[in-house]
C-alpha cells in the first residue's frame, strides 16, 4: 500500500505549498518513484543510453593473454646488461593472433608486433627503433628499456569474474566498446519508461497550421519532447495539444495514465479561469499543487493517477524547460533504474552585476567562455529573463544557479553554471 501523497508531505519539516524550497521539493518528489520492474534484453549498439540492469560481470580476461605494447623484441628483463649494449640472437617472429607455443632459449629474443602473445618466460619487450641489428643478433644500447616494460598482463584491464559495469549504469560508447571487449552481443537493460507528453491551452496551435489571432503555436510539445529525446531513456507518447475543455483534458489524462508510466503536460496550473488542468487532475487522481520558490518555473503539480505519476508544468516556455531540469529529469532517470547523476556544474565568474532576490532558486540563462587573459570560466546574461521569452534560452550554453539565500552579486562572482552542452 502507497501512502498518500499528504502523508508524505507531512513528514517534510517545513513543508509549504505556497512556498516550497527546490530542495524541498526534489526530496518530495524522490520518496514517489516506483522502481524500474521490467528488464529486456538488447542488441548491443542498440544499448547505448540505455540503463543496465545487472551487474555486468567479466567472462573473460581482457586482454586475454599476456601480449606486446610495442612492435620490437621480446626478450627476458633478466638478460639485460647494466651499463653496457645486450645481445640477443634473434629466432623468430610472434605476430598478433597466432597462439603457437613458442619456446625462446636463454640469449635469445623475439621479434614481436604490438598485440601479439608474449612467448613463455618473456617479460620485456624493446621497442624497434631502439635497437641496432647486427646479422640475427639485436643490439640494444644501455638503459633503452627497464625490466618488465611494454608488456600488457592478461587481465589488466578487466579480469574475468570482476564486475566490468554496476547495474544502474546509462551506457556510453566507452562502456559499449567495453561490452564488446568481453564478447557479449546482448545487454540486459530496464526497458524505457513510457512518457506521455501533452500541452494544454485554448490559445495553442500546432507547428505548420495558420496562426488565428489571439493565438501562440504551441512550442512546449516540442521542447519537452528533445528533452525527453536527449535524456535517452524514455519513450515518448505525444497526446497532442489539449484545449481547456474538462471533458477533453479529462480524456487525455485518463488515457495518458493508463498507457504511460509518467504523464507530463504543460500549462494550466497557474490561477486563471481557464486552468482547469489542476482540477482535472486532482479530480481524477491524487495530486499536490505547490508554488515553488523558484523563477522560472513557479507552478507546479505534482500526482498520480493509476500507477502513473504526473508532473503538472507551468505553460511558460522557459519555466517548463526548467521544471523539467530541477525536478523531472532525476525523476526519470530514477524511474529507469539509473544510479544518481547530479548535473555536472561549473564554476564561474559573472561579467557583469546580477539581481538576485533572496528566497528563491533562480535560474538565469547564461554564456559561458575561457576569459582570454587567464583562460578562467566567466559567464554572461543572455538579455531578458523573462519565461516566456525563449530566444535568450536558446543563445544560452548554461544556466546559473542561484541559490535560495543568495541576494545581489558584485561583477566577478563565482556562482554555479549548470552547461547544456549533452543535456540540451
Ligand atoms: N495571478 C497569477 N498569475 C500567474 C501566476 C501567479 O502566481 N498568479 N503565476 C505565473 C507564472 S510564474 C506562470 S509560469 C504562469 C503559469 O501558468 P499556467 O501553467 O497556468 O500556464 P498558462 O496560463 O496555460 O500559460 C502561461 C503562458 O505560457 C503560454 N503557453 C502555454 N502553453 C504553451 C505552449 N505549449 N507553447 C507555447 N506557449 C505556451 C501561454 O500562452 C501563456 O502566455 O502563470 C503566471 N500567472
Ligand atoms: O515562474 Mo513562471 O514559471 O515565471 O514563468
New binding site residues.
Given amino acids: 500500500m502507497t501512502n498518500a501523497l499528504s502523508d508524505i508531505a507531512s513528514c517534510l519539516a517545513g513543508y509549504d505549498p505556497d512556498s516550497m524550497p527546490v530542495p524541498l521539493a526534489q526530496d518530495f518528489i524522490a520518496r514517489l518513484l516506483p522502481r524500474p520492474a521490467q528488464r529486456e534484453s538488447v542488441g548491443l549498439r542498440e544499448s547505448l543510453g540505455r540503463v543496465l540492469a545487472e551487474d555486468l560481470v567479466c567472462g573473460i580476461n581482457v586482454p586475454a593473454h599476456d601480449n606486446s605494447a610495442m612492435d620490437g623484441y621480446a626478450l627476458r628483463g633478466s638478460e639485460l646488461q647494466t651499463g653496457e649494449p645486450t645481445r640477443l640472437a634473434l629466432a623468430g617472429t610472434s605476430l598478433a593472433g597466432s597462439a603457437a607455443a613458442i619456446e625462446i632459449a636463454t640469449g635469445q629474443c623475439q621479434r614481436i608486433m604490438t598485440g601479439a602473445v608474449m612467448p613463455a618466460g618473456l617479460d620485456t619487450v624493446v621497442p624497434q627503433e631502439f635497437v641496432e641489428l647486427d646479422g640475427d643478433t639485436i643490439v640494444i644500447p644501455a638503459g633503452a628499456v627497464q625490466p618488465g616494460a611494454n608488456r600488457r598482463l592478461a587481465g589488466e584491464d578487466l579480469a574475468r569474474g570482476q564486475v566490468a559495469l554496476p547495474a544502474g549504469r546509462r551506457l556510453t560508447p566507452a562502456d559499449l566498446g567495453l561490452i564488446a571487449s568481453l564478447g557479449r552481443a546482448e545487454v540486459p537493460v530496464w526497458r524505457r519508461l513510457r512518457v506521455a507528453i501533452m500541452?494544454?491551452?485554448d490559445?495553442?496551435r500546432p507547428v505548420g497550421e495558420p496562426l488565428p489571432p489571439g493565438c501562440?503555436y504551441?512550442?512546449?510539445?516540442h521542447t519537452m519532447w528533445a528533452m525527453l529525446q536527449r535524456l535517452g531513456v524514455c519513450e515518448v507518447i505525444d497526446l497532442g495539444v489539449i484545449p481547456d475543455d474538462p471533458a477533453a483534458l479529462r480524456e487525455a489524462f485518463r488515457r495518458a495514465a493508463a498507457e504511460t508510466d509518467v504523464v507530463l503536460s504543460?500549462?494550466?496550473?497557474?490561477?486563471?479561469e481557464a486552468?482547469h488542468t489542476k482540477a482535472v487532475m486532482a479530480e481524477l487522481g491524487e495530486v499536490l499543487f505547490w508554488?515553488i520558490a523558484m523563477r522560472?518555473g513557479?507552478?507546479l503539480a505534482v500526482g498520480r493517477l493509476g500507477d502513473a505519476l504526473l508532473f503538472g508544468m507551468?505553460?511558460?516556455?522557459v519555466?517548463v524547460m526548467v521544471s523539467f531540469y530541477a525536478f523531472v529529469r532525476d525523476a526519470l532517470l530514477a524511474m529507469s533504474g539509473a544510479m544518481p547523476a547530479p548535473l555536472p556544474l561549473l564554476r564561474a565568474a559573472t561579467t557583469a552585476p546580477l539581481r538576485k532576490k533572496p528566497g528563491r532558486t533562480e535560474y538565469q540563462r547564461g554564456i559561458v567562455s575561457r576569459r582570454a587573459a587567464d583562460g578562467a570560466w566567466q559567464v554572461e546574461i543572455t538579455g531578458s529573463q523573462g519565461?516566456?521569452v525563449l530566444s535568450s534560452m536558446s543563445l544560452a550554453n548554461g544556466l546559473l544557479v542561484l541559490g535560495h539565500e543568495q541576494g545581489d552579486l558584485p561583477a566577478g562572482s563565482l556562482v554555479d553554471v549548470v552547461p547544456f552542452e549533452g543535456l540540451i
Fill in positions: 500541452a494544454t491551452g490559445e495553442l501562440v504551441d512550442s512546449n510539445r504543460s500549462g494550466g496550473v497557474s490561477v486563471g486552468d508554488k522560472p513557479r507552478p507551468p505553460g511558460n516556455p519555466a519565461s516566456g
